[in-house]
């Protein structure tokens, strides 16, 4: 079910109607029956056929027009004007705010131009029948520029009249001014059949030709091939109601064109027609053939009867050539009056509805305020003040030219929305024309472009450049870009994006064109403010998805409670000015939550590659919504929207699995830490900042250099971060932490200089960044051998007796290391494993008696590390109630064994039978049960990462042939 828009102009009910014809009489339902054949419609096809979602509601009463009375009467009335005897919401609705508030804005002013065309052609016609040399009584009136401008003043004051007081008592008499306006038509007809040859005097307001001495005449030759044949070929002349200018192709179109401006003056009275879906075409098209054949019609009969002579120096030929002048004067005048007053009555509806739907805000408020019994008193005194101001430009011919430039326009632009629908394939869009296609469209759009300049290049570029003024104006300030109208925009650009987003394969993603696809997950908003803006920076043009879980089994719950969060995620992107798509989703749990928006975050190839945590701490939450001191302060988002929870709601162990799940779908992982503390808008001093990169691979150390693909990707994002133009002003810098590489046994074995690699590949990457080694790392390095130590002691002491002699070999082996380490002497060479090895080897000092070898201590450690990953390994394959002593014995036979002598060998196999079983081994080394449970969940990367560490060094000893040391 669909509810009514709220202040649309489109709701019946939502807009108190002026109806500009009201219940019409006996006469012109009769008329309408016999012409229209849709008085009489069924049920079933009495409802409209355009009918805008929101805005169903029962059809209204004053909808009694047909099509006649309705369409044919006011079209035919609009293109006739004063050309015979002298020369939108649809829009808005369909471009939106921007395109349509400009095109209706220079539809308004079209009207405003086309009345003041029609009252100008009006009062040239009385000048013309009651001047000083008027055809039917002369001398009645005076004439002169000023004495023109005042009747069309005093006309133009007419119509503000009849606006404010009679509006729809004229829109009743339409069929009638038809009527006359058709039989005046006849007599011309009838008037060039019957006359022969005149001498048609030419008007006193001619001064190119007429003198005071002499008077001049043009020749009325009657129906002649000759004369035909004569106007055949173009003869432009000069205009003499425009001081002479002389006349083109272009001001004639110009001129000719403004007769035809009504052909929407139909699809204006949509609102009082009984069927607009049939009346309006129909109407429409019938009032342009008819219109058509009138003027092809009279342009013949013109032809074959008028010289140029008379043609150009006569603008009122048909009044001397008629025969019964009166008609020609009768028509011209209601033709023009009727024309002037149904396009100020349209304009200020048109006025009425731009102030109704907002376009321009408080500029047009008093508009809607100014109603006095539904009808727009205001928007018709400012219709009226600004026809004036057009009627100062005096020349019928300029005036016309600038209407016909605004009506190509504004149908211009009914052609871009028309053709805007079709290419966007809109579902909703059927129209019942059938003879319709985007051809069509096309054609119309460019020929009424085209034309405009062809009238009048001047007049065209100012209308274009002021809709586009228009259009970027409205754009940034209007009110009504937040209404729901509904945008072509909207439709065209989703029908480019999914066109597009097929063409994007990810079968052809390349590294050179890599860029970050982020997925930053959110808690609270609240808190996360500093975060979520910059990750912003960070995503340079990529995608950006913020995500958000709600914890609950959905089977459980009501409506969806993401459908209400959505709206408040989405202000709070417009808010921080991120470039973000929103997801959310509901889970049992955050970590299901996250998997799903892992997997269904993005579109096609543009998927997310890297996912943002936040760091699981105890730090206190700050309010960055609420707080004044923040910069990213906004009281529209209360307390009950995106509430701070001062809690975690994850535990640890769901954190790392989340972290394992990141890993294991092959993402990205970045985790954030003390971005709370980070403001952008306070001013620094930059040039003592630094981007600081840590090229180290935490949860891969056996892999720390510059070269995995975990220190190229913090590389990568460093550089990005670099780009933005806030983080431009700071210097890049790597960290080298270098002894705790060669500590941790990242080594090159053909002995390059670590610090001349990562200058080359630097230089290779083109990243402009300087290396930093950071001091004092081996007291970092020392302290977490001291830990290490420690906890392998108690690993081996936990076990039992079994392995208290390893302890205390293992004990005593880590201090001739650590001996050699802190020696002056001797530390430069026991910085790393190849520096020990060579110096020792150099030296002859590798089984030296009385010398304890480093290599030959660190060798029997390798071997015990052996031992521990084949127990670890077996270990974790166990069940709680199975006894360890046989996998024991299974590694140490696989491992140690060979290497101890008979007696050592047999006592520990004996001694393992006292192992416990699994359930009770592990709980002596490492305590409670959720300690137990966390290291069974990481024992897998125990594994691998004691494999890397036992792989380098087997691969140095094997280089150096040293495993047959004793």
């Known amino acids: 079910m669909l509810a009514p828009e709220e202040g649309s102009t489109n709701n019946p009910d939502a807009v108190d109607k002026t109806p500009l014809v009201g219940q019409t009489q006996s006469l012109f339902r009769k008329i309408t029956g016999l012409l229209g054949r849709n008085q009489t419609q069924s049920p079933s096809d009495s409802g409209p056929s355009y009918v805008e979602f929101g805005s169903f509601a029962e059809q209204s009463e004053t909808r009694t027009l047909g099509t006649f009375a309705g369409v044919f009467s006011p079209v035919t009335l609009s293109m006739f004007s004063a050309l015979i005897f002298l020369r939108m919401v649809m829009i808005s609705r369909t471009l939106g705010p921007e395109f349509g508030g400009s095109i209706g804005t220079l539809f308004f002013l079209a009207n405003i131009v086309s009345s003041a065309l029609c009252i100008s052609g009006c009062v040239e016609g009385l000048v013309e029948n009651f001047g000083p040399s008027g055809y039917l009584v002369k001398g009645l009136i005076p004439d002169g520029h000023w004495w023109q401008f005042l009747y069309c003043v005093s006309l133009n004051t007419l119509n503000l009249l009849v606006c404010l007081i009679g509006a729809a008592m004229f829109a009743k008499t339409t069929v009638f001014i038809l009527a006359i306006v058709c039989g005046c038509l006849g007599i011309t007809f009838f008037s060039y059949l019957y006359q022969g040859h005149l001498e048609v005097p030419v008007p006193d307001s001619n001064t190119l030709i007429q003198n005071s001495t002499n008077h001049a005449f043009g020749n009325y030759t009657g129906l002649h091939a000759h004369t035909l044949i004569s106007n055949l070929w173009p003869e432009y002349g000069k205009d003499y109601t425009a001081d002479g200018k002389l006349v083109t192709f272009a001001s004639v179109f110009g001129v000719l064109f403004s007769g035809v401006t009504g052909i929407m003056a139909g699809a204006n009275m949509s609102g009082e027609l009984k069927n607009p879906g049939k009346s309006i075409p129909r109407g429409t098209l019938s009032a342009v053939v008819f219109t058509l054949v009138v003027y092809i019609a009279i342009s013949l009969f013109t032809a074959f009867t008028c010289t140029a002579d008379l043609l150009q120096n006569n603008y009122l030929f048909m009044a001397g050539v008629s025969v019964f002048p009166p008609s020609v004067t009768v028509g011209l005048l209601t033709a023009t009056w009727s024309a002037a007053l149904s396009n100020v009555i349209g304009g200020s509806r048109v006025l009425e509805a731009l102030a109704k739907d907002n376009v321009f805000g408080p500029a047009l408020a008093f508009i809607p305020k100014g109603t006095w019994n539904g009808n727009p008193v205001a928007a018709v005194l400012v219709s009226w003040v600004l026809v004036q101001l057009v009627l100062f430009i005096g020349s019928l011919n300029l005036i016309a030219q600038l209407n016909s430039v605004l009506f190509l326009l504004s149908y211009l632009a009914t052609n871009l929305a028309c053709l805007g629908l079709e290419l966007a394939s809109a579902p909703n869009f059927r129209p019942s024309f059938k003879y319709f296609t985007w051809h069509t469209a096309i054609i119309g759009l460019l020929g009424t472009l085209i034309m405009m300049f062809v009238i009048s290049p001047i007049y065209a570029a100012c209308s274009i450049l002021l809709c586009l003024l228009l259009v970027m104006f409205l754009h940034l300030f209007s009110p009504s870009k937040e209404a729901h109208w509904g945008s072509i925009s909207q439709a065209l650009i989703f029908h480019q994006v999914r066109k597009y987003l097929l063409l994007l394969d990810s079968r052809k993603d390349h590294v050179k064109f890599w860029r970050p696809q982020v997925l930053l997950l959110v808690n609270s908003p609240r808190s996360a403010c500093p975060l979520i803006d910059f990750i912003n920076d960070l995503k340079k043009g990529g995608l950006y998805v913020l995500g958000h879980v709600v914890k609950g089994d959905p089977n459980g719950l009501g409506p969806d409670p993401t459908l209400d969060m959505q709206l408040h995620w989405l202000n709070l992107v417009d808010h921080l000015k991120v470039k973000a798509f929103i997801e959310l989703t509901v889970a049992p749990s955050v970590r299901d939550g996250l998997r799903h928006l892992i997997r269904l975050s993005g579109m096609g190839a543009m998927k997310p590659n890297t996912v943002?945590?936040?760091?699981?701490?105890?730090?206190?939450?700050?309010?960055?919504?609420?707080?004044?001191?923040?910069?990213?302060?906004?009281?529209?988002?209360?307390?009950?929207?995106?509430?701070?929870?001062?809690?975690?709601?994850?535990?640890?162990?769901?954190?790392?699995?989340?972290?394992?799940?990141?890993?294991?779908?092959?993402?990205?992982?970045?985790?954030?830490?003390?971005?709370?503390?980070?403001?952008?808008?306070?001013?620094?001093?930059?040039?003592?900042?630094?981007?600081?990169?840590?090229?180290?691979?935490?949860?891969?150390?056996?892999?720390?250099?510059?070269?995995?693909?975990?220190?190229?990707?913090?590389?990568?994002?460093?550089?990005?971060?670099?780009?933005?133009?806030?983080?431009?002003?700071?210097?890049?810098?790597?960290?080298?932490?270098?002894?705790?590489?060669?500590?941790?046994?990242?080594?090159?074995?053909?002995?390059?200089?670590?610090?001349?690699?990562?200058?080359?590949?630097?230089?290779?990457?083109?990243?402009?960044?300087?290396?930093?080694?950071?001091?004092?790392?081996?007291?970092?390095?020392?302290?977490?051998?001291?830990?290490?130590?420690?906890?392998?002691?108690?690993?081996?002491?936990?076990?039992?007796?079994?392995?208290?002699?390893?302890?205390?070999?293992?004990?005593?082996?880590?201090?001739?290391?650590?001996?050699?380490?802190?020696?002056?002497?001797?530390?430069?060479?026991?910085?790393?494993?190849?520096k020990m090895i060579e110096y020792e080897r150099d030296n002859e000092l590798l089984q030296k008696k009385g010398y304890t070898s480093g290599s030959r201590t660190l060798l029997r450690l390798h071997r015990g590390l052996d031992f521990i990953r084949a127990f670890l390994k077996s270990l974790g394959d166990l069940k709680d109630e199975e006894n360890t002593a046989a996998a024991c014995r299974e590694a140490y036979d696989a491992t140690l064994a060979k290497y101890h002598p008979f007696v050592i060998k047999n006592g520990a196999r004996i001694a393992m039978y006292t192992l416990p079983n699994r359930e009770q081994l592990l709980k002596k080394v490492c305590g409670e049960q959720e300690e137990v449970k966390a290291a069974l969940d990481i024992l897998p990367k125990t594994l691998e990462a004691t494999a890397i560490v036992y792989e380098r060094i087997e691969a140095l000893y094997t280089l150096h042939d040293l495993h047959t040391l004793p």
């Open 612 to 834: 943002v945590l936040g760091f699981m701490d105890d730090e206190q939450r700050h309010d960055f919504l609420q707080s004044s001191d923040s910069s990213y302060q906004n009281n529209d988002f209360g307390n009950d929207i995106f509430p701070l929870n001062s809690q975690n709601v994850l535990g640890p162990l769901e954190y790392v699995q989340m972290m394992g799940d990141v890993l294991k779908m092959n993402k990205n992982l970045c985790l954030c830490r003390n971005f709370s503390k980070l403001k952008k808008d306070t001013k620094r001093n930059w040039s003592k900042r630094y981007i600081d990169v840590w090229p180290i691979n935490f949860l891969n150390p056996g892999e720390n250099d510059a070269f995995d693909t975990t220190s190229l990707f913090m590389m990568q994002l460093a550089c990005i971060v670099n780009m933005v133009p806030l983080w431009s002003r700071l210097k890049l810098r790597l960290c080298i932490c270098d002894e705790a590489r060669q500590t941790c046994f990242s080594l090159n074995p053909n002995g390059q200089n670590h610090i001349e690699k990562l200058q080359f590949l630097l230089k290779k990457l083109r990243i402009s960044a300087t290396l930093f080694p950071v001091p004092g790392w081996n007291n970092v390095i020392e302290s977490h051998g001291a830990h290490m130590e420690t906890y392998l002691k108690r690993f081996f002491t936990l076990m039992g007796t079994v392995f208290g002699f390893v302890s205390k070999d293992l004990k005593s082996k880590m201090d001739i290391l650590a001996e050699f380490l802190s020696d002056e002497k001797t530390s430069e060479h026991f910085q790393t494993v190849k």
